[in-house]
T-cell receptor, first 114, second 110 residues
Framework: DTGVSQNPRHKITKRGQNVTFRCDPISEHNRLYWYRQTLGQGPEFLTYFQNEAQLEKSRLLSDRFSAERPKGSFSTLEIQRTEQGDSAMYLC????????????FGPGTRLTVT | GQNIDQPTEMTATEGAIVQINCTYQTSGFNGLFWYQQHAGEAPTFLSY????GLEEKGRFSSFLSRSKGYSYLLLKELQMKDSASYLCAVRDEGYQKVTFGTGTKLQVIP
């Protein structure tokens, strides 16, 4: 197992465009998390899945953000009508109920909105 | 919700010991984590505490006092590669949401 993977690693888009990011968690990890991180800050929780069910979504997340995990494996995070304030690193992490307590993070997708 | 405080920056000398403190106020608590994050990289797990006391793992140790809402990460025999941000994070009850602090940027100097 090669760990959590995220694609693309970098994305540059113009304001107003839609973007979609993909996260492939570690195999058999049933819990998947999305975070956003800006420079000098810690990761900020966005949303969380247990298998295919989205169990919690940050109140800070606007309606422009949506996430899915249709078959309980990979997940996608879509941002509609991007704004310059959406520029950040988007991190995905996964965890197994049968493993340790820690989350394993992917390398992230760096989004730049121009 | 969670409120987590940790120093923004620290500097320490190679070979020395450094202690990074973290205080938190929570509406629910189910464990505290420390992660290390090198610039431009993803966070990597260092330690987990859910009961009071000290957990030791090689050069790194982590302490928790739930009654005081306080934790620290102790790094011994500092190496240059330990220069990184150290993130304190608290998990809510129910094993779900994890809230991260802003991180402490540690610089190790020769």
């Amino acid at each position: 197992d090669t760990g959590v993977s995220q694609n693309p690693r970098h994305k540059i888009t113009k304001r107003g465009q839609n973007v979609t990011f993909r996260c492939d968690p570690i195999s058999e990890h049933n819990r998947l998390y999305w975070y956003r991180q800006t420079l000098g800050q810690g990761p900020e929780f966005l949303t969380y899945f247990q298998n295919e069910a989205q169990l919690e979504k940050s109140r800070l997340l606007s309606d422009r953000f949506s996430a899915e995990r249709p078959k309980g494996s990979f997940s996608t995070l879509e941002i509609q009508r991007t704004e310059q304030g959406d520029s950040a690193m988007y991190l995905c992490a996964s965890r197994s109920d049968t493993g340790g307590h820690e989350q394993y993070f992917g390398p992230g997708t760096r989004l730049t909105v121009t | 919700g969670q409120n987590i405080d940790q120093p923004t920056e620290m500097t320490a000398t190679e070979g020395a010991i450094v202690q990074i403190n973290c205080t938190y106020q929570t509406s629910g608590f189910n464990g505290l984590f420390w992660y290390q994050q090198h610039a431009g990289e993803a966070p990597t797990f260092l330690s987990y505490n859910v009961l009071d006391g000290l957990e030791e793992k090689g050069r790194f140790s982590s302490f928790l006092s739930r009654s005081k809402g306080y934790s620290y990460l102790l790094l011994k025999e500092l190496q240059m590669k330990d220069s990184a941000s150290y993130l304190c994070a608290v998990r809510d009850e129910g094993y779900q949401k994890v809230t991260f602090g802003t991180g402490t940027k540690l610089q190790v100097i020769p």
